[in-house]
Structures are given as structure tokens and as C-alpha cells.
């Protein structure tokens, strides 16, 4: 059985942070692409970052530059590191098995004004 456990949600002020955080297990997280993915109210999910189990990544143009993904392979743990929040990143924010329909329960983002 695949679980993705999330943490790291709230609330934060425009120009603030916040660090999301995703477990599953070793035998999962291994051998597989996690992405995080976000939906906003009334839009549709779309992709925010990914990263291969070689470490690789990618991210959506949005928030490239201020969005960092990254993995401990100690704790079986993808981070996503979010600096200089906007209001327009206000969010459920879920993690993912790339390619794969395992998500996470979600975690909500809200970026005040």
C-alpha cells in the first residue's frame, strides 16, 4: 500500500516562506519521480515541481526561482522549499508519484496580502 504523508501547510503573509514535506517509504521513494502539485479554487491541478530518484528536477514556470524540491533519501522525505510567496500561490497542495494516481491528502497553502 503506497501513503504519502504531508505536512508543512498554514498560512503566511506575501514575501514569506513555508517548507511542505512529503514521507513515504524506502522501498517507494527509491525508485520513483515525487512531484508536488497544487489547486487553487475553481482551477485546475497543475504541476508546481518534480524530482527523479537520481535527483533530477523541474519546475513550472511560475515558480521557478523561488520554489526549491528536494529529497532525503535517509528519511524517505520530498521537501518543497517555497520563498517569496504570493498570493496567487494560495493552494491545496498535494504530493504525488509522478505519472502514478498515489496522492497525498493535501495541505493548504494560504499567502495573505
Known amino acids: 500500500q503506497v501513503q504519502l504523508v504531508e505536512s508543512g501547510g498554514g498560512l503566511v503573509q506575501a514575501g514569506g516562506s513555508l517548507r511542505l514535506s512529503c514521507a513515504t517509504s524506502?522501498?517507494?521513494?527509491?525508485?520513483?519521480?515525487m512531484a508536488w502539485y497544487r489547486q487553487a479554487p475553481g482551477k485546475q491541478r497543475e504541476l508546481v515541481a518534480l524530482?527523479?530518484?537520481?535527483?533530477?528536477?523541474d519546475y513550472a514556470a511560475s515558480v521557478k526561482g523561488r520554489f526549491t524540491i528536494s529529497r532525503d533519501v535517509v528519511k524517505s522525505t520530498v521537501y518543497l522549499q517555497m520563498n517569496s510567496l504570493k498570493p496567487e500561490d494560495t493552494a491545496v497542495y498535494y504530493c504525488?508519484?509522478?505519472?502514478?494516481?498515489?496522492w497525498g491528502q493535501g495541505t493548504q497553502v494560504t499567502v495573505s496580502s
Open positions: 524530482i527523479t530518484n537520481t535527483a533530477g528536477t
Open positions: 524506502r522501498s517507494i521513494f527509491s525508485i520513483n519521480t
Open positions: 504525488n508519484l509522478y505519472l502514478k494516481n498515489y
